[in-house]
């Protein structure tokens, strides 16, 4: 298994930014494709967007061009760059690798609210 932690969510503004870390364990993270998941009440969890190993890199709709993922696998760690941020933004948001596809964080909560 691997483990998964998220951070750096918050609370923002309509057109803010933030950027969201998820460190994982182990020594194999350079071979893992990552991915960024968010979940909002009431609402099923949905892909957000997805790096493979070797940096291809895939977006839903709803964040393409507002969203960038990114990789460090000197840290073990993908990014997400949010930017122009909405109030649809809000939810949950988690990392996962199709490696370990039942290893999920405890996630970090993104709200954008004025």
């Known amino acids: 298994q691997v483990q998964l932690v998220e951070s750096g969510g918050g609370l923002v503004q309509p057109g803010g930014s933030l950027r969201l870390s998820c460190a994982a364990s182990g020594s194999r993270f350079r071979g893992y494709n990552m991915a960024w998941y968010r979940q909002a009440p009431g609402k099923q969890r949905e892909l957000v967007a997805s790096?493979?190993?070797?940096?291809?890199?895939n977006y839903a709709d709803s964040v393409k061009g507002r969203f960038t993922i990114s990789r460090d696998n000197a840290k073990n760690t993908v990014y997400l760059q949010m930017n122009s941020l909405k109030p649809d933004d809000t939810a949950l948001y988690y990392c996962?690798?199709?490696?370990?596809?039942?290893?999920w964080g405890q996630g970090t909560q993104v709200t954008v609210s004025s």
């Open positions: 790096i493979t190993s070797g940096g291809s890199t």
């Open positions: 996962n690798t199709n490696s370990y596809p039942n290893s």
